[in-house]
């Protein structure tokens, strides 16, 4: 069974660019869960799609944005970039309500 | 809203030692499931403890959720240099938002 893929592994920028990244759930999974983990640090809750919708948010500005495709992948945009928005951005898909299986993630780094 | 405090922040520790890292809610916890980070890596799901006084093992690790569902602990028993990484705990709260503490990172020394 293939599983959560994310691209690009990398990805720079510089301050005021737009990011996209892509994320693509283990099949059968519905729903799709954004995080950022800054150097060092924990994991931050972005964003929660299921089914096409978004479900929940964390507590981020809405610069921060994406959408859940009909075949369950899903895209995180972050307009207006700013360099402490640097970070490894993961992707995790999970049948609803259990445990998350995580993507390799997406290094973002702003200059 | 919800958050479990997790300690230590690190731990170094010669190979061959325990390990154990807790995690602390204030509020009573539905679940409480376990995430190991290798350096460089993604998190991976190790294990879901949902009933008061649950204790549940995989070879030399020991999962443990408290009696009044407030704190949970992970105890890593001869460790060895493979188990390296961060361990986090989490909570999946109401909205199915999983809630991360800030993880113990573990160094073993060969």
């Known amino acids: 069974e293939a599983g959560v893929t994310q691209s690009p592994t990398h990805l720079i920028k510089t301050r005021g660019q737009q990011a996209t990244l892509r994320c693509s759930p283990i099949s059968g999974h519905t729903s799709v869960y954004w995080y950022q983990q800054a150097l060092g640090l924990g994991l931050q809750f972005l964003l929660w799609y299921d089914e096409g919708e978004e479900r929940n948010r964390g507590n981020f500005p809405p610069r921060f944005s994406g959408r859940q495709f009909p075949n369950y992948s899903s895209e995180l945009n972050v307009n207006a970039l700013e360099l402490e928005d640097s970070a490894l951005y993961l992707c995790?898909?999970?049948?609803?309500?259990?445990?998350?299986?995580f993507g390799p993630g997406t290094r973002l780094t702003v200059t | 809203g919800q958050q479990v405090m997790q300690i230590p922040q690190y731990q170094h520790v010669q190979e061959g030692e325990d390990f154990t890292t807790y995690c602390n809610s204030s509020?009573?916890?539905?679940?409480i499931q376990w995430y190991k980070q290798r350096p460089g890596g993604h998190p991976v799901f190790l294990i879901q403890?949902?009933?008061?006084?649950e204790v549940k093992k995989q070879k030399r690790l020991t999962f443990q959720f408290g009696e009044a569902k407030k704190n949970s602990s992970l105890h890593i028993t001869a460790t060895q240099t493979t188990d390296v990484g961060t361990y986090f705990c989490a909570t999946m709260d109401s909205s199915y938002k999983l809630i991360f503490g800030s993880g113990t990172r573990l160094l073993v020394r060969p």
């Open positions: 995790a898909s999970s049948p609803l309500g259990y445990e998350q299986y």
């Open positions: 509020t009573t916890l539905s679940n």
């Open positions: 403890l949902v009933k008061s006084g």
